[in-house]
């Protein structure tokens, strides 16, 4: 199934890889510049989340942008008054059990723990170091039926969305009890953002893509920007442009990655600001 780049279609039985836009033109929100038909898509994401289950899935190069776009998710969420639930895994917490799912279900366990059923409460209180028993193991299956009650309990008052930044540092027990979760929900208002490190769209590690219908999984590969977008993004970061021959240099040595442009933007910058023939241009040590 072919698919524009507007945003306007669903996805196949396979997940695509919608490619970033190489148009520039005026930002659709905030600082977000030259990402338009990846918002297109986020918004479609978060529009579809009020009739059930739908994930949004990104993916891109450190410093692509992809974090931005999930941000603009989390911003553009609570304009519509959704609940939100966010992480953003380091992997220096890979090891710690239940980490992530802590920082996730926070904004809402004194609200939606006394809602289940005791057993599945004290096992999500001892996975989460809420319970005095710092002893005890926590079953996992009980903790996982704990955090899907927590979700339908919040998710039948309003739409909620979980986002996930860097979702490949989250530790594994956490990713066990979602992937759970993911595989019960069925009509509740739960929408699921993870934005991963790599090239791959396809990335799945919630198992998103078996759980839900097709046309509720959307999934965005960011990718460089334009010229265009990125001369604005260098003259809105740094106060201001540079030559065009030196601008063209930037993009090349960057590869249209927006953080290693400001870097290298930066670097030369504190240079002079121009590249001098037969001279190259500096890159930073980090």
């Not at 977000?32 to 009739?51: D, K, M, Q, W, Y």
Request: aromatic content about 4%.
């Amino acid at each position: 199934m072919a698919l524009g780049l507007d945003g306007s279609a669903r996805f196949g039985p396979a997940i695509l890889r919608i490619l970033a836009s190489t148009d520039a033109g005026a930002p659709l929100a905030g600082d977000v510049i030259g990402r338009e038909s990846e918002l297109a898509i986020l918004h479609s994401f978060l529009g579809s989340i009020p009739t059930g289950p739908s994930a949004l899935l990104l993916s891109g190069d450190p410093g692509i942008g992809k974090t931005t776009v999930w941000k603009e998710g989390l911003a553009d969420a609570q304009l519509r008054r959704y609940r939100t639930l966010s992480c953003g895994p380091v992997e220096a917490e890979t090891r710690l059990s239940y980490a992530a799912l802590g920082d996730l279900l926070e904004p809402i366990l004194e609200e939606a723990l006394p809602t289940v059923p005791e057993p599945q409460r004290q096992a999500l209180e001892v996975a989460l170091l809420r319970s005095p028993r710092s002893g005890a193991r926590a079953d996992q299956r009980a903790v996982s039926l704990a955090v899907l009650g927590c979700l339908r309990s919040v998710a039948s008052t309003s739409p909620v969305v979980m986002a996930v930044d860097d979702i490949q540092w989250m530790d594994p027990p956490s990713v066990r009890v979602l992937q759970f979760v993911v595989r019960r929900l069925k009509d509740e208002q739960v929408g699921l953002m993870t934005a991963a490190r790599g090239a791959r769209a396809d990335d799945d590690p919630l198992g998103v893509v078996p759980a839900f219908a097709e046309d509720r999984v959307h999934a965005v590969n960011v990718g460089p920007l334009s010229l265009d977008a990125l001369e604005r993004v260098l003259r809105d970061k740094l106060g201001e442009g540079f030559p065009r021959t030196t601008f063209l240099s930037i993009y090349e040595m960057s590869g249209g990655n927006p953080f290693f442009a400001q870097e290298i933007g930066l670097a030369l910058l504190r240079r002079g600001g121009d590249v001098a023939a037969g001279v190259g241009l500096p890159i930073p040590d980090r």
